[in-house]
C-alpha cells in the first residue's frame, strides 16, 4: 500500500473541502473522528454479522469494501491534522483481534481515545493513540478478506469521487 500517495491525495482532498466550506482554521479532529466512527458502523451494517435476529446475515463484500474506504479517508485526515508522518508506517505491526466485531469494538474504543487524549491537549498522545487505531484497521481489513491492493483501489476510487 503506497501510504505516501495515499496521505499526499488525502491532504489534497482535504484543503480542497476546507476552501469549498470555509472552514480555514477551524479545529476539524473531533468532526474527522466523528465520521470514521460513522463510516466504521456503516461498515459493521455491510457485514451484518452482529445481526444475529437477522435471517439474511451474509456479508456485503463490495458494500464493506467502500465502507473501509470511507474510514480510511477519515482516518487518514485525522493522521494529517495530528502531523502523522506516514514513513514510520512502512512495516505494520498489525492489531488484530480474534472476531471482526472485536476488531471493530476496538477501532470505536481507540477512535474515541484519539478524541479524549486530544482534548486534553496532548497532540503526541493523540498521535500515539492514531497509530494504535491505523493498525487495527489494517488488522480488520486482513479479517475482512481484503488485500491491500483491494484497499489501495478502493480508497483511490473513493478520492476522486470526493
Known sequence: MNLDKMF??????DAKIVKEHGLEGQDLVNHKVLAFQVELAE??????????????REP?????????ADAL?????????LGVNPGDYRVLQIIKRDTLLEQMI??????????????LGSKDLAKWTWSLTFR?????????????EEIEDAYFRKNNIN
Open 8 to 13: 499526499e491525495r488525502q491532504r489534497e482532498l
Open 136 to 148: 487495527s484497521l489494517i488488522g480488520l481489513a486482513d479479517l475482512l478478506g481484503f488485500t491491500t
Open 43 to 56: 461498515l459493521c451494517n455491510e457485514w451484518r454479522g452482529f445481526k444475529i435476529w437477522s435471517r439474511d
Open 73 to 81: 479517508h477519515f482516518l487518514l485526515s485525522v493522521g494529517l491534522e
Open 106 to 119: 476496538t477501532l470505536n474504543s481507540f477512535a474515541n481515545g484519539i478524541c479524549s487524549i486530544y482534548a
Open 60 to 68: 456485503r463484500r463490495e458494500k464493506m469494501l467502500e465502507e473501509y
